[in-house]
């Protein structure tokens, strides 16, 4: 039995675009992320326990629009008023999860399936986004989160790193080839390397 | 002529790299640095198009944006483009361009007879003919204008170039980079703010590129140039040249189209040729400048006639001489630099000035240079037909009414200058209310809507000192007050020459006895005599004059007409300019290319598509797509060369018989979470929610707060707090958002949290006779018979070691199965599926067969839950509940929701059995009836009845619980036909429902 990722129809390895005779370190990377646990944890409006008591994977959860807390593994990004969404590699994090959220005041819903995630990382990864994005990204920081659109295309931007710029990209997963179309298109004018 | 007047050593150009291209057939030699124009001026080619409606010659008048006749058809790389401005396309190797609006050739226009019929063709001729005979419009008259109308050719190939947008954000975006533009973004960008510089033509600097200035002890270029290397090299600072900010829009949202490789034989590969920026400014600095206005007089549109600017822009900026015996007519200084120039280069001008004795450093420095001058003179008419060849000119009175003796002078250009009309129109687009400047008689910006500002010429300002001063001065203070910095540079010193003031003249009047046209907009034919024409049939608004006449109308957008326009108006009018106003400007300022605003969005991906996650394996199964909105669904699976109609037929019946497999993937599905979901689902639904039991599903049906149905499906409680939502495929969204704004706003004390998880679930439906067979050999250690998961029931199992929901619901009407499992196993399930479903013969099914199934089982859908029918209609007034209120309830008891004989849904079957119903067609009693033919309803869905094998619909009709039995009429005017048919029963297979609960 294997499984099918989002963009394992159209994601394929290689040097595209304006690449020739560029350092190839230099080139932007895309890659397709998978296998991630991806978890919809909410706090119902009502609930009067504190979150910021909540330790998921050494992670306090933080209300703060744009913010995103992290460690190695996980990352909990801020998606509304009392609304996160956690992205981890650790797939056992969800039964920790359940068990240390009440069902009476958080609501954790599993979407790891839902998504087609496109990592996209070098100096011009910026510039590719603002081909389709609307968003100001001169102000979008490390460890900043946003939802916005990529050419029709809702999705959601997580800022990784900015040494070099690194950002997670997730759509809705049957959007995912319309995305990808997108953005290695966006980034055949700078060259990029598909891993 | 090989650049015949081409100048040695003057100009901006590259002499080092020759380029030779080809107009009209021959070729040509300019440089680089050169535009189309400035080349085929060097090489003495002056005669460039046909005007639009009297194919009169025409040649280049401006020397930029100002141009509005040389435009070409362009040829490059293989691929042709209309419209292009000679004056703004830079020369590039092997560029090819030829005349328009002229066959055989634009030396030989046949059109060119239209010029000795003008009598008959004056502005508004064409409301005023065409019209007689009528049967010659079609046959004749339109025919003839399609052909004759439009200027160039547009291009039936497909577009190979690439064109991108980009969004970009900055505290300053300036317009323009002449000096005020250069002044603005120096001063703010030193104080630390993010600015954007755009400049329209390939090199910076303006009007400092072609004036005798000095700034800080360089000359006016130095400066600029300086300024600019400087810019280029800050972080902080963006510079744009081929830039042209061409619109603005609300919120500070400006948009520019980059021409990037539009100056180069081929764009590089993956490279856009052209880029669409939406940049939003929190300020904005509008230099664009001024545009020289003409002075109008007999014959003015001769080849040879230009702006006095553009001769000299041509001389200084490319070393071209526009000609060798130039006429300087002028009302203003301005024309008395070019006659200059043309002195500095061994050319002796004649200057005629209206006025009557001007004094300035300029008029003075002229007369020292020996410049023949005439004073208060003007020309009355230029002389020549495909270039000046003289002038007639004539002294005229102090009251400018009345001509003196007219004289003729040999001339082979004139260059006219009637001062200075400020570009306002990214301005007024802001929402600025422009207002009338009486000193230099031109609309200024006026009160400002938006964060903006205009600097310089466009602002009406023409001293450098004062232009320079204001110009850092704004700079500053804007991005003071945006980074809180205050790092001030020092102001350089200006020398510049000071003049004196012009003349308030713009049109010369007739001699006595002369006819000569006087155009105002070159670019539409428009003369003196059609703007007095509209006024006197009673067009009073500007605007009206606008329309009726075409003034400032198509590419040109009355950059050189507009103001004269409303002079002449205002004159016969006897009211001041301010009072007749001006016509609103809107983007684009230039034109702009469609593939530009198109962008990326075209051929496959001019929208987005969503694909179910066992996509692939349906293309590689002959699977025949159809639009579900942007998903892709498998419409039908193709089998050797059977159609639509045949494959569904085929499809539809294997699952009547056999077994069937659906991807459903696409249905919405929303996750309930909370102590309060099944009182959400108790409000939402019409039917009563709080008792229903843990792996139970029920059909529930929605509305909207009018009562009218807004989307149905199943809903199954998967633990205590725990439902999953099922939606239709269209309303999945809208389904969400409603019960978001209910949770959000009307009920914010429930505890529920709604997420869509329509992408986390890849769905099968299994359907049909044999499905619970294959369902056992699926779930081989789970009880998926009849009282181990009933009708309604759900149960999660192990589908060969993937965990995977099982729902018993059915769309079809037979015994049915719905099997979802997480989306990365979706094509595993489905594979599996139909591996295992192979000893039962079972099929795929596609839209077309599962619409077919639940049409003849009377199951509703989209097309009876249109958006107009209320439960009743639909037959599920079963459904709503008596005890409990829900949305919408209160609506459902108005008047016509009551009514006895209120619509309902039907089955509609033809009495020949054979003719199938149109979609949509109306319902009659009486076929023969006159019209208007009273409707009794209309056909909401179509199918073949796989069943009884013959047509069946769905209709909805009026009474229609009364109607069973009764024999109606189909009428579809569309289709033209007339159908007899009898009213049966919607639910045309197993009414008694026996299938699903077997």
């Not at chain 1, 009392?82 to 590699?89: E, G, I």
């Not at chain 2, 320079?468 to 704004?474: G, H, I, R, T």
């Not at chain 2, 039991?693 to 929605?702: E, S, T």
Request: charged content about 25%.
């Amino acid at each position: 039995m294997s499984l099918v990722s989002a963009l394992a129809n159209v994601h394929s390895t290689g040097k595209f675009g304006d690449h020739e005779g560029k350092n190839e370190n230099n080139l932007l990377k895309v890659f397709e992320n998978k296998n991630l646990l991806i978890i919809q944890i909410v706090q119902y409006k009502n609930s009067t326990v504190s979150f910021e008591n909540v330790d998921i994977d050494g992670l306090k959860l933080k209300d703060r629009p744009l913010s995103v807390i992290s460690n190695n593994d996980t990352r909990i990004l801020w998606n509304g008023p009392k609304n996160w969404l956690l992205v981890s590699t650790r797939k056992d994090l969800l039964k920790d999860i359940s068990q240390n959220l009440n069902e009476t005041d958080f609501a954790v819903t599993d979407l790891s399936h839902s998504k087609a995630i496109i990592e996209i990382e070098g100096q011009d990864a910026k510039e590719v986004l603002k081909k389709g994005c609307p968003f100001n990204f001169n102000t979008l920081e490390k460890n900043n989160s946003i939802n916005s659109t990529y050419n029709g295309i809702a999705f959601t931007v997580d800022m990784l790193d900015d040494n070099p710029n690194k950002i997670r990209l997730f759509a809705l997963r049957s959007f995912g080839e319309s995305l990808y179309h997108s953005i290695t298109d966006a980034s055949l004018e700078f060259g990029f390397k598909s891993v | 002529m090989d650049q015949s007047f081409r100048l040695p050593d003057v100009g901006l150009i590259n002499r080092n790299n020759k380029l030779s291209f080809k107009f009209n057939g021959k070729i040509y030699y300019g440089y680089e640095g050169d535009t189309l124009a400035s080349a085929l001026i060097a090489n003495g080619i002056h005669l460039i198009g046909r005007s639009f409606k009297y194919h009169r010659p025409r040649g280049f008048f401006g020397a930029g944006v100002d141009e509005p006749y040389a435009i070409v058809q362009l040829y490059r790389n293989g691929e042709t483009e209309p419209n292009i401005r000679a004056t703004e396309q830079e020369l590039f190797e092997g560029l090819e361009a030829t005349s328009v609006n002229c066959w055989p050739s634009v030396n030989f226009d046949i059109g060119a007879i239209n010029n000795f019929f003008k009598i008959f063709l004056p502005a508004g001729f064409y409301y005023k003919t065409f019209m007689w005979p009528k049967s010659f419009w079609y046959k004749v008259y339109e025919p003839f204008i399609r052909k004759a109308a439009g200027l160039g050719v547009a291009s039936t190939k497909h577009d190979k170039e690439r064109y991108e947008h980009k969004y970009e954000y900055c505290d300053l975006l300036i317009a323009g980079s002449g000096p005020s533009g250069l002044a603005s973004a120096y001063a703010a960008a030193k104080n630390g703010a993010r600015v954007i510089l755009a400049e329209d033509k390939a090199r910076f600097g303006g009007t400092l590129l072609t004036s005798e200035v000095n700034i800080g002890n360089k000359s006016g270029k130095e400066w600029a140039e300086g300024i600019i290397t400087e810019l280029k090299e800050m972080p902080n600072v963006t510079v744009k040249n081929r830039s042209q900010v061409f619109g603005y829009y609300d919120h500070n949202m400006l948009v520019m189209s980059e021409r990037i490789s539009d100056h180069l034989p081929k764009t590089k590969k993956f490279h856009p040729k052209q880029r669409l920026w939406y940049i939003r400014a929190k300020e904005v600095l509008i230099s664009s400048g001024s545009i020289e206005r003409p002075i109008v007089f007999g014959n003015n549109d001769t080849p040879g006639v230009m702006l006095s600017s553009a001769a000299k822009e041509y001389l200084k900026v490319y070393g071209v001489l526009v000609g060798k015996n130039p006429l300087i007519f002028t009302n203003n200084d301005s024309g008395y630099e070019t006659a200059i120039e043309f002195k500095k280069n061994d050319i002796d001008p004649v200057i005629l000035d209206t006025r009557k004795d001007p004094h300035s450093e300029i008029v003075d420095e002229a007369k020292n240079l020996g410049i023949n001058i005439k004073f208060s003179y003007v020309v009355v008419a230029a002389q020549g037909y495909k270039k000046v060849k003289s002038a007639d000119i004539a002294k005229i009175s102090e009251d400018k009414e009345k001509l003196g003796t007219v004289e003729s002078i040999k001339c082979d250009c004139i260059c006219v200058s009637g001062f200075w009309t400020p570009t306002i129109h990214l301005a007024s687009q802001s929402g600025n209310k422009t207002k009338f400047n009486v000193d230099i008689d031109a609309f200024v910006p006026g009160v400002s809507k938006q964060n903006e500002k205009t600097l310089g010429a466009a602002n009406g300002s023409y001293t450098l000192d004062e232009t320079l001063k204001s110009s850092f001065e704004a700079g500053h203070e804007l991005s003071k007050k945006i980074t809180n910095n205050d790092n001030k540079i020092s102001f350089p010193n200006v020398v510049e020459k000071k003049s004196t003031t012009h003349d308030k003249f713009w049109c010369v009047p007739l001699p006595k006895g002369k006819n000569y046209k006087r155009f105002l907009d070159f670019q539409n034919d428009v003369a003196v005599s059609d703007v007095e024409i509209a006024l006197k049939e009673g067009y009073r608004s500007i605007e009206h004059v606008k329309r009726y006449t075409t003034l400032g109308m198509a590419t040109d957008q009355g950059k050189t007409s507009n103001l004269n326009g409303l002079q002449l108006v205002s004159n016969i009018e006897n009211k001041v300019v301010p009072n007749v106003g001006h016509t609103t400007f809107r983007p684009p300022y230039t034109p702009v290319s469609i593939g530009a605003i198109v962008g990326r969005e075209v051929g496959k991906h001019s929208k987005p598509t969503r694909k179910s996650p066992m996509h692939s394996w349906h293309e590689k199964n002959n699977a025949v797509f159809v639009d579900a909105g942007v998903w892709l669904r498998p419409r039908y699976y193709k089998q050797g060369d059977e159609n639509l109609f045949e494959g569904s037929k085929r499809e539809a019946k294997n699952v009547r018989t056999n077994v069937g497999v659906c991807d459903v993937t696409t249905l919405g599905k929303i996750d309930i979470k909370g102590p309060d979901a099944a009182e959400l689902l108790n409000r939402v639904y019409t039917n009563a929610w709080l008792k229903l039991p843990v792996g139970k599903a029920r059909y529930g049906v929605m509305l909207r707060e009018d009562g009218i149905v807004m989307d149905d499906g199943t809903t199954t409680r998967i633990s205590e707090n725990h439902y999953h939502m099922t939606t239709t495929t269209a309303q999945a969204a809208n389904v969400l958002s409603h019960l978001e704004y209910y949770l959000q706003l009307v009920w914010p004390e429930l505890n529920v949290n709604v997420v869509s998880t329509t992408e986390q679930w890849a769905g099968a439906a299994v359907a049909g006779p044999k499905s619970r067979d294959l369902l056992q050999k699926l779930f081989p250690n789970s009880d998926v018979s009849n009282e181990g998961l009933p009708f309604m029931g759900y149960m999660e199992g192990d589908l060969f070691g993937v965990k995977a929901r099982i729902f018993r619901i059915s769309f079809s009407g037979e015994l049915a199965y719905e099997v979802n499992v997480e989306s990365d196993n979706g094509n595993f399930m489905w594979e599996k599926i139909m591996e295992v479903g192979q000893e039962f013969k079972i099929q795929p099914y596609g839209t077309e067969a599962l619409s077919t199934l639940r049409i003849e089982m009377g199951h509703v859908a989209g097309s009876e839950l249109d958006g107009r029918t209320i439960p009743y209609d639909n037959s599920l007034e079963g459904l709503l509940s008596k005890k409990k209120d829900f949305i919408g309830k209160r609506s459902l008891t108005r008047e016509a929701f009551i009514a006895d004989d209120r619509q309902k849904v039907v089955g509609v079957v033809p009495l020949d059995k054979i003719t199938s119903i149109p979609e949509g067609s109306h319902l009659v009693k009486d076929s023969n009836a006159p019209l208007p033919n009273p409707k009794l309803g209309y056909i909401s869905a179509s199918c073949w009845s796989v069943e009884h094998d013959n047509p069946f619909s769905l209709a909805i009709l009026k009474d229609g619980k009364n109607m069973i039995g009764e024999k109606l009429f189909v009428m579809s005017p569309l289709k033209n036909k007339v159908i007899p048919v009898e009213i049966v029963s919607s639910h045309y297979v197993d009414p008694k429902g026996e299938r699903v609960r077997s």
